[in-house]
C-alpha cells in the first residue's frame, strides 16, 4: 500500500526509494496496532491511582511518567512483544515489493544448481532461523516479565 500511496502523498517529482516506501508502510501499519495496544494499557490503569496521584499534588507529567506509564507498560509487555514477532513474521512480505528477505534469499538458493531439489532442506533452514528470533523475541519477552513482576508484600 505504501508503493503505491506514498508518492501520491508526497510533492510532485518527488519519488522516494523502494526501501522507504517500505519502512514507511511497515511503520504505519505498526504504529496503528502497538498504539491500540498502549491505549489499552492505559485503560488498564485504575482511575483511583490517578486520583490519588492527584491528591498529593503531583502535576499532570509526573502522574503520567511515574504513575500511569509503569503500571501500562508493564501490563502490555506481552502484547508489544508479540506484536514485534508478527511484524518480524510479515516482513516476507517484502517479497511483494522485489526487496530482499529470507524467502527471497531461499528463491537465490534453489536457483543455484548445487541446491536444485533440496527445497525440503532450505525451507526447513529459512523456518529455523524464523523460529530461532521469534524464540529469542519471546524468551526476551519473559525474562523481562519475570524482571518487573515484583511482589508487594
Given amino acids: ?60 507529567i509526573f502522574v503520567l511518567v511515574f504513575i500511569v506509564l509503569p503500571q501500562a507498560l508493564k501490563a502490555v509487555i506481552p502484547a508489544i512483544v508479540g506484536q514485534f514477532i508478527s511484524l518480524f513474521k510479515v516482513t516476507s512480505l517484502l517479497a511483494i515489493v522485489g526487496l530482499v528477505d529470507l524467502l527471497g534469499i531461499s528463491q537465490s538458493i534453489l536457483a543455484n544448481p548445487k541446491f536444485i531439489g533440496r527445497y525440503a532442506e532450505v525451507y526447513l533452514f529459512i523456518s529455523l532461523i524464523y523460529w530461532i528470533f521469534c524464540y529469542f523475541m519471546s524468551w526476551c519477552s519473559r525474562k523481562l516479565e519475570e524482571k518487573l513482576n515484583y511482589k508487594t508484600n
Avoid at 503505491?4 to 517529482?13: E, S, T, Y
Avoid at 514507511?24 to 495496544?37: D, I, N, P, R, V
Avoid at 482511575?47 to 491528591?55: D, L, R, S, W
Fill in 1 to 60: 500500500m505504501a508503493q503505491v500511496m506514498l508518492p501520491l502523498i508526497l510533492p510532485v517529482g518527488t519519488r522516494p526509494d523502494r526501501v522507504i516506501r517500505a519502512i514507511s508502510g511497515f511503520t504505519l501499519f505498526s504504529a496503528a496496532y502497538l498504539a491500540e495496544t498502549i491505549r489499552g494499557g492505559l485503560q488498564s490503569v485504575p482511575q483511583g491511582q490517578i486520583e490519588a496521584a492527584k491528591a498529593l499534588g503531583l502535576n499532570p
